[in-house]
């Protein structure tokens, strides 16, 4: 993301972020001018909710469930087993 230089107006690019609330984020920003080379940070915030995703996510940890029941097929895989086991242990 891009923001005009609040000095001279020219476009500033994001040095680095950190967020300063779940839904805050500060961002510092460094002009491209190098005439003018203004740093300077701005807040970007969560306005509106426009949809919320479906709160039934623990039934697709139980369909996850399935892989699991064929490991001879991903035996070969090491990453891929270690990532069954993965998937198990929440539920
Ligand atoms: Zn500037």
Redesign the pocket.
Known sequence: MALK?P??G?V?HTRTSAYEAPSVKRTWYQ?R?LD?S?TFTALESVEKIIMKPNKSSVETDIVDETPPKKPQTLNRYGSASKLSNRQQSPV
């Open positions: 230089c000095e001279c020219c500033a002009c001018n003018c203004c």
